[in-house]
């Protein structure tokens, strides 16, 4: 009698066999690693957007800065496309420089700078803005002589997270210096 029914309980099916588990592990796996890779791409998107957001703000910030400094400015000199001196009245604060420097291990990638004085360097000077796509940010300086207009300098900060001029956030000014000479 007891070794008919252990001969029935060995019958039954109640529970899952080997075969079955494996199957249903493998399934449970397949879905699971959809369902994390879709968070994995969505936690990356939402990275890349809050550099690019980032780097976009600081921008903006530099750029607002820059037009201050600009507009108390009465003459810009020594001029070049990648840094430049105002020559601002000590009652604003005096003179200010800007200057662009690359970045170590990147090709398209600055940095801008704001220092007090007439000199300024990525070293000495306040960084203001990160991933510039280029170094050339000043791309002009106007102060046109029998118009008696004031003197104006251009200002095109080109950012991109990537550094590739593809999906780039591009700001471009005029500034006018408010305190120049109308010549």
Not at 132 to 158: I, K, M, R, Y
Request: proline share 2%.
């Amino acid at each position: 009698m007891i070794k008919r029914l252990r001969a029935l309980r060995l019958r039954e099916e109640a529970g899952y066999n080997l075969v079955e588990m494996l199957t249903v592990m493998i399934i449970m796996s397949v879905v699971f690693a959809g369902i994390t890779t879709v968070f994995v791409a969505g936690s990356n998107a939402q990275a890349e957007q809050d550099r690019r957001f980032q780097a976009q703000v600081t921008t903006r910030l530099a750029l607002d800065k820059i037009r201050r400094d600009i507009h108390c400015a009465s003459d810009v000199t020594p001029f070049a496309t990648t840094a430049v001196t105002l020559k601002v009245p000590t009652g604003c604060g005096g003179d200010v420089s800007w200057c662009t420097a690359a970045v170590s291990g990147y090709t398209n990638r600055y940095r801008l700078y704001r220092q007090t004085g007439t000199t300024c360097s990525s070293a000495t000077g306040v960084m203001v803005a990160d991933y510039l796509t280029s170094g050339d940010v000043f791309p002009g300086f106007a102060h046109t002589t029998g118009c008696l207009c004031l003197a104006s300098l251009q200002v095109d900060f080109n950012v991109s997270v990537k550094g590739t001029s593809a999906g780039a956030y591009d700001l471009t000014d005029t500034i006018f210096l408010r305190n120049s000479t109308r010549i």
